[in-house]
């Protein structure tokens, strides 16, 4: 698919069909994810892709939609807050600017292998953490249903790009 095709028709899916991923649609959306630059390219992440029921269970005791449960994997993106570059001034870590695009790659990755995802961030982090037995520096920064969309997503009404992008030059 082309990627502005790719990026028109992407949408977050709430709704999935009971079907397996193959291998090496899994093995594309890794490397995508692999491929996602950050600062000084320290890959302060880790995702994991849950197709473990007990796992899953977990996942979804700490987030309670009930369309998280019907995609075959969710995915559980880890951010380090230790080993990633900091801001020289605050000594801030960017680790959730990092860990964004390579979350976007995976969806966009997702988007164009035919799958669905939908970023979740609506969950107590020190709750999934404990759930998951995640230890720091290291905590789950978000999550994603993946799998088939079970029906098309419906189009959306975006506001006009000279509302959301300014060049000045």
Known sequence: MDFYDVVRSRRSIRGYKDASIPDEVIERIS???NLAPSACNMQPWQFR???N???RTKICANYSQPWLKEAPAIVVALGDSENCWKRPQEGTPIVDIDLAIAMEHLVLAAASEGL???WICAYDRARMDKALGIKPPWSVLA???LGYPAVPARDIERKD???TVVVVK
Do not use: K, N
């Open 31 to 33: 490397e995508a994810v």
């Open 49 to 51: 892709i849950i197709f």
């Open 53 to 55: 029921e007990e796992l």
């Open 116 to 118: 669905g995802t939908c």
């Open 143 to 145: 999550i994603s249903p």
């Open 161 to 163: 790009v000279s509302e």
